[in-house]
């Protein structure tokens, strides 16, 4: 039996702070519906503060959800919280998601201000907050590279405050999967009331290890991942939702999953791509155009003996239809003659060598050649 793995979405928040892209209300409630159909256990709506815009597609997102538990965002500050709370109070479920930077940067020169002092801003809030709402999660902004020993103390004192989830954010994507892992752990085995808390794992991209230090979080404990549709947010965006889910339910092995309807993932994958104006790399993993898609004739003969000789996941699981074996001049027999046969030729060995040599000539112009191609080009070789 596998244990379970929390999925909080912030597709809606961190994701939407991608530069350039807005996401109009209507576009919003539109991927809140299906990330709740999805199966995402938390759903962060916004930044009800930050603008007249977001605090009305919280509550709209708060009126609209069926399973998933809404969560605004707040910085440390009472007035942020206030807001939040009415923003979430349409909702059937709500998390308040607090929080204050806690590394010697950010306190010197963010906030011009003293780790106890922090301290008490960080407790002050989570006990506001608490006055709202019974779920609170507290993040320790910047915790990547925050002293294990100070952030150990930041998070004692807000779980006695009342947090019932610690975000351990590696804000600027600078952790290695050890150090990530590693920190976790440390705070599993050195936090006075740990166990009343559920740990999260929010990594950003910067260093392209936000997947692998998400997966490093809960091999070491943490039991929430955040993450967005096709990893997009700040920069180089934020774990990838689709990447963190498929990674645990092919691993069979960690005994760890999620309830995420995992058909679904290439569906949303594009929906969020469409609404947000943002293409998704062909070569991004389990979403894009390419990840299912074989070209050389060595992989295109072995996938098409047997899929999985090239595959490591059933395309159909992600809800990719089928795997494509795209015709090109590196193509090989096997592959002619399998889409061939797919548009209604069936050709014999003979028939098939003739065929070969008019494709190569052609694919040697085109870079790709199509299912129209093909019966000019049988036509061409007399057959
Ligand atoms: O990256 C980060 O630290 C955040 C927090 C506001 C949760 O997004
Ligand atoms: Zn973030």
Same mark, same amino acid.
């Given at each position: 039996?596998s /244990? *379970?793995? &929390?999925?909080?979405?912030?597709?809606?928040?961190?994701?939407e702070?991608?530069?350039?892209?807005?996401?109009?209300?209507?576009?919003?409630?539109?991927? @809140?519906?299906?990330?709740?159909?999805l199966?995402?256990?938390?759903? !962060?709506?916004?930044?009800?503060?930050s603008s007249?815009?977001?605090?009305?597609?919280?509550k709209s997102?708060?009126?609209?959800? #069926?399973?998933?538990?809404?969560?605004?965002?707040?910085?440390a500050?009472?007035?942020?919280?206030?807001?939040?709370a009415?923003?979430l109070?349409p909702?059937?479920?709500?998390?308040? +998601?607090?929080?204050?930077g806690?590394?010697?940067s =950010?306190?010197?020169?963010?906030?011009?201000?003293?780790?106890?002092?922090?301290?008490?801003? %960080?407790?002050?809030?989570? #006990?506001?907050?608490?006055s *709202?709402?019974?779920?609170? &999660?507290?993040?320790?902004?910047? @915790?990547?590279?925050?002293?294990?020993?100070?952030? $150990?103390?930041?998070?004692?004192a807000?779980?006695?405050?009342? @947090?019932?989830?610690?975000?351990?954010?590696?804000?600027?994507?600078?952790?290695?999967?050890?150090?990530?892992?590693a920190?976790?752990?440390?705070?599993? !085995?050195?936090?006075?009331?740990? =166990?009343k808390?559920?740990?999260s794992? +929010?990594?950003?991209?910067?260093?392209?290890?936000?997947? %692998?230090?998400?997966? $490093?979080?809960?091999l070491?404990g943490?039991?929430?991942?955040e993450?967005?549709?096709?990893?997009?947010? /700040?920069?180089?965006?934020?774990?990838?939702?689709?990447?963190?889910v498929?990674?645990?339910?092919?691993h #069979?092995?960690?005994?760890?999953?999620t309830q995420?309807?995992?058909?679904q993932?290439?569906?949303?994958?594009?929906l969020?791509?469409?609404?947000?104006?943002?293409?998704?790399?062909?070569?991004k993993?389990?979403?894009?155009?390419?990840?299912? %898609? =074989?070209?050389s004739?060595? +992989?295109?003969?072995?996938?098409?003996?047997?899929?999985?000789?090239? &595959?490591?996941?059933?395309?159909?699981?992600?809800?990719v239809? !089928?795997?494509a074996?795209?015709?090109? %001049?590196?193509?090989?027999?096997?592959?002619?003659?399998?889409? $061939?046969?797919?548009i209604?030729?069936?050709?014999? #060995?003979?028939?098939?060598?003739?065929? *070969?040599? &008019?494709?190569?000539?052609?694919?040697?112009?085109?870079?790709?050649?199509?299912?129209?191609?093909?019966?000019?080009?049988?036509e061409? @070789?007399?057959?």
């Amino acid at each position: 039996m596998s /244990e *379970y793995i &929390e999925i909080f979405d912030t597709t809606l928040r961190d994701g939407e702070q991608v530069p350039g892209c807005k996401l109009d209300s209507q576009s919003k409630l539109e991927i @809140a519906e299906q990330l709740d159909f999805l199966g995402v256990d938390v759903l !962060e709506a916004g930044f009800p503060i930050s603008s007249p815009g977001d605090f009305e597609s919280v509550k709209s997102i708060s009126k609209l959800m #069926k399973n998933a538990r809404v969560c605004g965002l707040t910085r440390a500050v009472k007035k942020d919280i206030d807001v939040a709370a009415e923003a979430l109070k349409p909702a059937k479920r709500s998390r308040i +998601h607090t929080g204050i930077g806690t590394s010697d940067s =950010h306190i010197k020169y963010k906030f011009n201000s003293t780790r106890d002092e922090v301290i008490e801003r %960080a407790v002050a809030a989570v #006990k506001h907050a608490k006055s *709202y709402v019974e779920d609170v &999660e507290f993040y320790a902004e910047d @915790a990547g590279r925050t002293d294990n020993e100070f952030l $150990a103390r930041v998070c004692e004192a807000v779980i006695k405050a009342g @947090a019932t989830v610690l975000n351990i954010p590696d804000t600027t994507g600078y952790c290695l999967p050890e150090q990530y892992g590693a920190k976790i752990k440390y705070l599993k !085995e050195n936090v006075t009331g740990i =166990h009343k808390a559920i740990l999260s794992c +929010h990594c950003h991209n910067d260093l392209g290890l936000a997947t %692998a230090n998400s997966i $490093a979080g809960v091999l070491n404990g943490a039991r929430q991942i955040e993450c967005t549709i096709n990893g997009i947010g /700040e920069r180089a965006g934020n774990t990838s939702l689709e990447e963190v889910v498929m990674i645990l339910r092919q691993h #069979k092995d960690l005994n760890l999953d999620t309830q995420i309807k995992s058909q679904q993932l290439f569906g949303i994958s594009q929906l969020v791509s469409d609404r947000m104006g943002m293409m998704v790399q062909p070569n991004k993993a389990i979403v894009g155009a390419n990840a299912f %898609a =074989h070209s050389s004739g060595i +992989h295109q003969d072995g996938v098409i003996k047997k899929r999985e000789t090239y &595959e490591i996941i059933d395309p159909a699981e992600v809800g990719v239809t !089928e795997s494509a074996i795209v015709l090109t %001049a590196r193509s090989g027999r096997a592959a002619l003659a399998y889409r $061939a046969k797919k548009i209604g030729f069936e050709l014999d #060995k003979k028939q098939l060598d003739r065929v *070969y040599q &008019e494709f190569l000539k052609i694919a040697d112009i085109q870079k790709e050649v199509s299912d129209s191609d093909l019966p000019k080009i049988i036509e061409a @070789a007399n057959i």
